[in-house]
């Protein structure tokens, strides 16, 4: 689902860097005003250095100059990323349950 969402058009994708070396991705769409932030990742070995704050600065700025007013971003509750876009200033909206099933 991902890399069909990832190369629709408008879809900006971002890479960072760390000491020469891909540390993380993520995208950005941006809608009628609303900037979606999406497909966050960081490779386990960059985590806890600053790479999903960089990319949530980088795509805000984006959204911004891209004449977006408002951001959306999906997280888990209590996870490192919820961590990670509270600091940058989102708030909770609501609560989104995910359903799996034992094979």
């Not at 806890?48 to 980088?58: H, S, Y």
């Not at 959204?63 to 888990?76: C, H, K, L, Q, Y």
Request: avoid cysteine; charge should be positive; glycine fraction near 14%.
């Amino acid at each position: 689902m991902m890399r069909l969402v990832a190369h629709a058009p408008g879809t900006v994708r971002l890479v960072a860097e760390v000491q020469g070396q891909p540390a993380g991705t993520a995208a950005l769409s941006v809608t009628g005003g609303v900037a979606a932030l999406y497909g966050t990742s960081t490779r386990p070995e960059f985590r806890g250095r600053g790479v999903q704050t960089a990319l949530l600065a980088a795509r805000l700025h984006r959204a911004a100059d891209s004449g977006a007013e408002f951001a959306s971003v999906f997280v888990t509750p209590g996870s490192g990323s919820e961590r990670n876009v509270r600091r940058a200033g989102f708030r909770g909206a609501g609560v989104r349950l995910t359903f799996t099933r034992a094979g």
